[in-house]
């Protein structure tokens, strides 16, 4: 039973930051590829960033140069350090899991967490 736990949201005023965190618990495989989505009212949910076993991240284009994707493979646990934020960040935040990193799309993840809101003023 995979667990994904997040935390570290909260409200902000804009230029602030703030870092989430999630802890993954209970696979029973490999999950190489850790994500971070967000999803705001009205909207669908998007990528933000994601992550390999090797280090390696992607951004999306909304996000790059302020949000900093990172991984502990000792505490099985991710991290999205955000800067510089803006209230379009506005969104719950949600962290999932998935063998691969060949897609961003939140469709190819199968594993989520409950999410994290985090409000930008």
């Known amino acids: 039973h995979v667990q994904l736990v997040e935390s570290g949201g909260g409200s902000v005023q804009a230029g602030g930051s703030l870092r989430l965190s999630c802890a993954i618990s209970g696979y029973t495989y490999r999950a190489d590829c850790m994500g971070w989505f967000r999803q705001a009212p009205g909207k669908e949910r998007e990528g933000v960033a994601v992550i390999d076993s090797d280090g390696n991240a992607v951004y999306a284009d909304s996000v790059k140069g302020r949000f900093t994707i990172s991984k502990d493979n000792a505490k099985n646990t991710v991290y999205l350090q955000m800067n510089s934020l803006k209230a379009e960040d506005t969104a719950m935040y949600y962290c999932?899991?998935?063998?691969?990193?060949?897609?961003?799309?939140?469709?190819?993840?199968?594993?989520w967490g409950q999410g994290t809101q985090v409000t930008v003023s």
């Open positions: 999932a899991t998935r063998r691969y990193c060949t897609s961003m799309s939140p469709a190819a993840f199968g594993y």
